[in-house]
């Protein structure tokens, strides 16, 4: 009899809720899911209405003259805001695409994306995640707008580029979070170790990524700050990582503004050193980006939203210095990054060899914060502007918004615990400060320019 | 005297190897001293952060006993498949021959048929010559953009890229081959009032079979320079991609196998077509 008693109290305990307040776990759940649908509609609601009215006290005018809910009806029709906020409101349904396809370049930017294979963040979100190396730039924005892959390592200006119909038709493409932050250097050939000050570069040759990079932006920003044009002095060339060391040895290049871990393999290969990090020029930059098509992204709510919840989750253990000596490990194998384990410890750790002789300590080398705000993307696109690859009036805020899931980004950081942060920056770069709500001013503050 | 002349050749051959090989260890051992320990002058806790070329200074380029232990590495265990990245160089010579097969293939299916057209035909002949100079000199890599954002789809535009750069050489030869059938036989099968099929299929194709086969052993050796191109830029799977992911980690020792073996599977193919084509002469 005692058995029986055990089985019944034992039987209730699994049949009760979670929380204990509902009488089945079914109940729970519908309760769960219309608390969740709630708090992520007016979250949508109310970082839309920060956007249109950044002011507290107009904002608050604004919706006591009109009343919250016709301005929310007002706003969606301007805005898909229901349509992007029932894709995330959905995100903990059925999953409905199990096998995906993620693209990346073999860089230690994409460390989120392919750790979350080897450590286990994709089948913790039920997915089937393969992640696939691919060749360049160009193969991989062509295969994810092909739909070969389901989303794709993506440097942070090529979504806009491609939303925008830059070298390529217009797509709209979208970026929930970003992959890294720093984790760049400018290096040069160790012929030019004596030539430190980039007013010594004229002529130089200087390889960059891909045309629409952090890269490009940043070594332009570099060098017109030192005055030297960037179009007439030196002359930037595209190159694929994996070749940039090969020319370096060669000397068909003077240098490069290049991920790692492309840089500390130059180093390790001793045919050049790091000038500096990316992180000098501006300290917390976005590099690359997780991206996927809006398409993918309103077909297949919940496996976006559990993709997502992967990458957030991996990128918050990517951050913490106690495991990255581990992910080095995890990510060298021929499978993923295929590069000598001394080399990713070095970047990941930032206690590396400087290639000059000396042992340089920056933890913060690269970090891994996922979250897109809108900024960097004003700050991509006042670039853009400024090097004459976008012409005419450019809708910053608006084009920042629609690619940047800044909102949603922060939804799902909130359903996992974690804080997202406040939804503005500071940025600096290079002692300048960059205001996000007057784009236009900054690209008209620039000594040299191609408007 | 000609196996004597074999023998002979063999010899040269051998010794051209090993003076190769000689060349090659002694110019790759000059470099430095060799030795695994930390140099003077320099602090170890660096020494451990920096690669052999940069303490040492080992040569960049391996020599010729490291390639052959890592020769013997991948030819023992070719089929293993560690994840979509990460495949023996068996499955990855698979995937290769795999594509270029189909598109050689359908290459093989247009060309012989159009050649004959153009081979039997003087009006066709001279219409379709301009677009055939043409399209025959371009590049496979100048194809793959546009194949890959016209088809949407790289395993295709692999294909796709096989098949447009080695249909040339065999419609050219084939329409050769056919043009230059003699007057003669021609002229008899007329007489003998043989159909057009009849004449094509008993008359005209064995004649021409030799320098269609010409044609074909041409377009085989260039696709398989092709899908290595074709594969370094799509990646995913392939001899091409592997030597792309060589390069990738800077492994010139795996970079130089990768070109062995691609030599050896190229030679192969061409053999084979070789022994068709000896099979189909014909003493004039």
């Given at each position: 009899?005692?058995?029986?008693?055990?089985f019944?109290?034992?039987?209730?305990?699994?049949s009760g809720c979670?929380c204990?307040?509902?009488?089945?776990?079914?109940?729970?759940?519908a309760a769960?899911?219309?608390s969740?649908?709630?708090?992520?509609?007016?979250?949508?609601?109310?970082t839309v209405?920060?956007?249109?009215f950044p002011?507290?006290?107009?904002r608050?005018?604004f919706l006591?003259?009109i009343?919250g809910?016709t301005?929310a009806?007002?706003?969606?029709?301007?805005?898909p805001?229901?349509?992007v906020t029932?894709?995330?409101?959905?995100?903990?349904?059925?999953?409905?695409?199990?096998?995906?396809?993620v693209g990346?370049?073999p860089i230690?930017?994409a460390t989120?994306i392919?750790?979350?294979?080897?450590?286990?963040?994709y089948?913790?979100?039920?997915?089937n995640?393969d992640?696939?190396k691919?060749?360049?730039?160009a193969v991989?924005r062509d295969?994810?707008?092909n739909?070969e892959?389901d989303?794709?390592h993506?440097?942070?200006?090529?979504?806009?580029?491609?939303?925008?119909?830059?070298?390529?038709n217009?797509?709209p493409?979208?970026v929930?979070?970003i992959?890294n932050i720093?984790?760049?250097?400018?290096t040069l050939a160790?012929k030019?170790k004596d030539?430190?000050d980039?007013?010594?570069w004229?002529?130089?040759?200087?390889?960059?990524?891909?045309d629409?990079?952090?890269h490009?932006?940043?070594?332009r920003?570099y060098?017109a700050?030192?005055?030297?044009?960037p179009?007439?002095?030196?002359?930037?060339?595209s190159?694929?990582p994996?070749?940039?060391?090969?020319?370096?040895?060669?000397?068909n290049?003077?240098?490069?503004l290049a991920?790692?871990?492309?840089c500390?393999r130059a180093?390790?290969?001793?045919?050049?050193f790091?000038?500096i990090l990316s992180?000098?020029?501006?300290?917390?930059h976005?590099?690359c980006?997780f991206?996927?098509s809006k398409e993918?992204?309103?077909?297949n709510?919940n496996?976006?939203?559990?993709?997502l919840?992967?990458i957030?989750?991996?990128?918050?253990?990517?951050?913490?210095p106690?495991n990255?000596?581990?992910?080095a490990?995890?990510?060298?194998?021929?499978?993923?990054?295929?590069?000598?384990?001394?080399?990713?410890?070095?970047v990941?750790?930032?206690?590396?060899?400087?290639g000059?002789g000396?042992?340089?300590?920056?933890?913060?080398r690269?970090?891994?914060?996922p979250f897109?705000?809108?900024?960097?993307?004003?700050?991509i696109?006042t670039?853009?502007?400024r090097?004459g690859?976008?012409k005419?009036d450019?809708?910053?805020?608006?084009i920042?918004?629609?690619v940047?899931?800044?909102?949603?980004?922060a939804a799902v950081?909130?359903d996992?615990g974690?804080?997202p942060p406040?939804?503005?920056?500071t940025i600096v770069v290079?002692g300048k400060?960059f205001d996000?709500?007057?784009?236009?001013a900054y690209?008209?503050?620039?000594?040299i320019?191609r408007? | 005297?000609?196996s004597?002349?074999?023998l002979?050749?063999a010899?040269v051959?051998?010794?051209?190897l090993?003076?190769f090989?000689l060349?090659w260890?002694g110019?790759?051992?000059?470099?430095?001293?060799?030795?695994?320990?930390v140099?003077?002058?320099?602090d170890?806790?660096?020494?451990k952060?920096?690669g052999?070329?940069?303490?040492?200074?080992?040569?960049?380029?391996?020599?010729?006993?490291e390639v052959?232990?890592g020769?013997w590495?991948?030819?023992t265990d070719p089929?293993y498949?560690?994840?979509p990245?990460d495949?023996?160089v068996?499955?990855q010579?698979a995937?290769s021959l795999?594509?270029?097969l189909?598109?050689?293939?359908?290459?093989?299916l247009v060309?012989?048929?159009?050649?004959f057209?153009i081979?039997m035909?003087a009006?066709?002949?001279?219409?379709l010559d301009?677009?055939?100079?043409?399209?025959k000199?371009?590049?496979?890599?100048?194809?793959?953009?546009?194949?890959?954002?016209?088809?949407?789809d790289?395993g295709?535009?692999?294909?796709?890229v096989?098949f447009i750069?080695?249909?040339?050489p065999m419609?050219l030869?084939t329409?050769?081959?056919?043009?230059?059938?003699?007057?003669?036989?021609?002229?008899?099968?007329?007489?003998?009032?043989?159909?057009?099929?009849?004449?094509a299929?008993?008359?005209?194709?064995p004649?021409?079979a030799p320098?269609i086969?010409t044609?074909?052993?041409i377009?085989i050796?260039?696709a398989?320079?092709v899908?290595?191109?074709?594969?370094?830029?799509?990646g995913g799977?392939g001899?091409?991609y592997f030597v792309?992911n060589e390069w990738?980690n800077?492994?010139?020792?795996?970079?130089?196998i990768?070109?062995l073996?691609?030599?050896?599977?190229?030679m192969l193919?061409?053999q084979?077509?070789?022994f068709v084509a000896?099979l189909v002469?014909?003493?004039?």
């Open positions: 009899m005692t058995s029986k008693d055990t019944r109290r034992f039987s209730r305990l699994f979670a204990g307040r509902h009488r089945s776990a079914a109940e729970h759940e769960a899911r219309a969740e649908e709630a708090r992520y509609g007016s979250l949508v609601e109310k209405l920060q956007a249109l002011q507290d006290a107009h608050r005018a006591k003259a009343g809910t301005v009806a007002a706003l969606a029709q301007f805005l805001m229901g349509m029932e894709a995330f409101a959905q995100g903990t349904g059925p999953i409905e695409k199990k096998d995906l396809k990346f370049i230690t930017c989120p392919i750790m979350a294979h080897p450590l286990g963040f089948t913790k979100q039920g997915l995640v992640v696939v691919t060749a360049g730039w991989v295969k994810t707008i739909k892959y989303a794709a993506m440097l942070s200006p090529m979504p806009i580029a491609i939303s925008m119909g830059l070298g390529s217009p797509i493409f979208s929930p979070a992959e720093n984790g760049q250097c400018i160790m030019h030539k430190r980039p007013k010594d004229k002529g130089f040759k200087l390889a960059i990524p891909f629409y990079s952090m490009n932006y940043l070594l920003y060098l700050e030192h005055g030297i044009d179009d007439a002095d030196v002359q930037l060339r190159v694929p994996p070749e940039m060391v090969a020319n370096l040895r060669a000397e290049i003077d240098g490069f991920p790692d871990n492309v500390q180093v390790y290969d001793g045919v050049g790091i000038h992180k000098e020029i501006w300290d917390g976005p590099c980006s991206s996927a993918f992204v309103t077909t709510p496996t976006y939203a559990a993709l919840r992967a957030i989750d991996a990128s918050a253990y990517a951050q913490k106690e990255r000596k581990q992910i490990e995890a990510i060298a194998p021929a499978n993923y990054l295929n590069a000598p384990p001394v080399v990713l410890e070095q990941l750790t930032g206690t590396y060899a400087d000059l000396n042992i340089k300590k920056d933890p913060n690269v970090t891994f914060e897109p705000y809108d900024s960097f993307a004003i700050w696109l670039q853009m502007k090097w690859q976008v005419g450019v809708d910053y805020a608006g920042a918004k629609q940047f899931l800044a909102t949603e980004c950081m909130k996992m974690l804080t406040a939804p503005t920056k290079m400060p996000p709500a007057k784009p236009d690209v008209e503050s620039f000594a320019k408007t | 005297m000609t004597s002349l074999t002979r050749a010899l051959s051998v010794l051209l090993a003076v090989l060349i260890q110019a790759t051992a000059g470099f430095g001293a060799g030795g695994t320990g140099p003077s002058g320099m170890p806790e660096y020494a952060l920096m052999l070329t940069a303490t040492t200074g080992k040569s960049a380029l391996p020599s010729p006993v052959g232990a020769l590495n991948v030819l089929f498949d560690k994840g990245n495949k023996g068996g499955l010579l995937y795999g594509r270029v189909i598109g050689y293939g359908i290459a093989v060309a012989i048929p159009l050649g057209l081979g035909s009006l066709m002949s001279k219409a301009p677009f055939i100079q043409v399209l000199p371009i590049s496979p890599l100048a194809w793959m953009p546009l194949a890959l954002y016209t088809i949407k790289s295709i535009s692999a294909v796709f096989i750069c080695s249909v040339w419609l030869n329409a050769f081959g056919v043009a230059s059938v003699r007057k003669e036989w021609l002229n008899v099968a007329r007489t003998l009032e043989v159909g057009p099929f009849k004449r299929f008993t008359v005209i194709l004649a021409a320098t086969l044609g074909m052993r377009s050796g260039i398989w320079l899908i290595v191109a074709a594969e370094m830029l799509v799977t001899i091409g792309w990738n800077l492994s010139i020792t795996n970079v130089i990768a070109i073996v691609i030599g050896v599977m190229g193919l061409d084979m077509l070789a000896r002469t014909f003493p004039e």
